[in-house]
């Protein structure tokens, strides 16, 4: 008998033998390894560090300099992140009940401003040097440039040897120590990051409180800290044996310790980021999923109730996973780990950051595993590919989970379509940084991100949309894909032509509005015409119901597509000829009479994301 091995289990054992998943033919990247060693001074809130890198530069360019990220010298009054707050802080938005409130980031506010010397974060660079000489460094604010004194040649590797120093800062946002939950330490963004060179040079995102975007590599990352604290982290521990606490893989016998410190060795293998949190108090509980990874849920006990609310979110995100393997991927790595602390939820490679139990928050932040943690796409730029793809995904394995199907991403289209109509959106393509309210970047790259796979669906058909997320996940996971990538797999799944549908959806604001218009009798035929008030074309399903209960689906392709979706149900259909994107008006015919018509409706599904859903249904009067 043949043993069957999970793909999973296959994927992870490719990793973890050192070999690579080639990128695209014609898409090179770049390729790091660190290996980190840090001590903690948990009175002082403040830890010393080196780093051991090796910085392939697989691209064809020579490389003169090199930059690298300093997230936390934005925790300082008058940083970029501090004053970006404050500024959108100004504006005024009003809600559902009339209520004026300040478009600021709440977690944030002016709280920068307000920290004390001891609590601010800081990220001290004290020296970068290669072949043993010191590089000229220049800090500007979050960003760190390391001149060369000898250029990186293409197809080359060279070694940095970094000293740094860091102030863990207050909990202001994402990173930080002594959160709302009491966690001491929320390790994220902390050590000197290199920076991004991809097929669009260099990019050194100054640090506002957004997104991230890293190198694939490898991370050896030691932690020196006092004996009493619990270290969990993104990766496996590899001494294990030695530190027991639960993670320990054999039976284990307490040794004792000397002296007041212990060092935890992790490790994890290709990824783009390494998180970490500490706590004297910390709790772990583990869940094995079926044909996956291990799940590991680190909290600090609080009562009884607390722990029967972990222990239910693990237990079913541990249900929900052979559903998100089937219809994602599998998830390649052997571990995943649920860390209480942050100041909400914030994902990383192989763990998270949650403030509580939530499922909700639970699957959307493992959801980031897919779509950000395993493709790498450059999320400064392509905010909705991470926040909105994992939106969708998130609503779809929590429907599967509590095994309702309506409405699902009810939230999502509410979100966008408030957005379109309330004046202040701007197109998907706005780098995330760049948008001019808090409230058009949150809606844009979660909700009409989550929309765009959505309706995607109605284009296609949802049983190919499935197919080209699986197509997506097999092509471009461990590589870092754009909006055209992902496009690309669509068309050559779908057989259609999509490139229309990115250009109006993604790069611009014209919405889609659709409308019934006037039913005639011409020469003996009922005709009914559709009309497109919207500046968005769209193909179109218009279900006739009528009054002797049978229904017949009339679908009109759109001429942009140079095709057709296939049929989704078993309505008798009728294909018409395309709508040519240029004609506000289409106008067919159906072998009914007027008077057998009980009512016209438009996108019956109600996947488009229609800006006025009142015209969409007429019903004919007796």
Known sequence: MKRIIPIAALLATFLLAGKRIAAQPERWQQRIKYVINVNMDVAANRFSGNEKIEYYN??????????????????????SMDVRSRELGKTFLTNRRGEQFPDWDSRVKDRILNLKDNEIGFQNVKSVKINGIEQKLRVYETILEVKLDKPVLPKSKTLLDVVFEAQVPLQVRRSGRDNAEGVRYSMSQWYPKVVEYDYQGWNPNPYVAREFYGVWGDYDVNITID?????????????????????????????????????????????????????????????????????????????????????RSADTA???????????????????TFIQGGDGGMEYPMATLVKNSGIGTFIHEWMHSWYQMMMGTNESLFPWMDEGFTSYAASRVMAAVRNDSNDIFDSEYRGYLNLARSGMEEPLSTHADHYNTNYAYSNAAYSKGAVFLSQLGYIVGDNVLDKILLEYYRVWHFKHPNANDFIRIAEKVSGLELQWYKEYFVYSTKTIDYAVGDINIIDGKTTITVKRIGKMPMPVDVLLTFKDGTKELHYIPLNLMYGEKPAEDSTPRIIHKEWNWTNPEYIFETTRGIKEIKSIEIDPSQRLADLNRNNNKLVVPD
């Open 227 to 311: 004996k009493n604290y619990f270290v969990t982290a993104g990766g496996d521990l590899t001494n294990a044996n030695e530190i027991g606490m639960g993670y320990e893989t054999i039976p284990f016998i307490p040794k004792v310790i000397k002296g007041n410190t212990l060092t935890w060795k992790w490790q994890a293998y290709n990824v783009h980021d390494f998180v970490w949190a500490a706590d004297t108090s910390y709790k772990l509980i583990t869940r094995k999923t079926k044909d996956g990874p291990l799940l590991r849920v680190v909290y600090k006990k609080t009562d009884s109730i607390s722990d029967r609310r972990w222990q």
């Open 318 to 336: 541990a249900l929900a996973y052979p559903f998100i393997a089937k219809t994602f991927g599998p998830y390649p790595y052997k571990t995943y």
């Open 58 to 79: 697989n691209s064809p360019d020579t490389l003169y300099r090199i930059f690298f990220h300093l997230y936390w010298n934005a925790f300082q009054p008058g940083s």
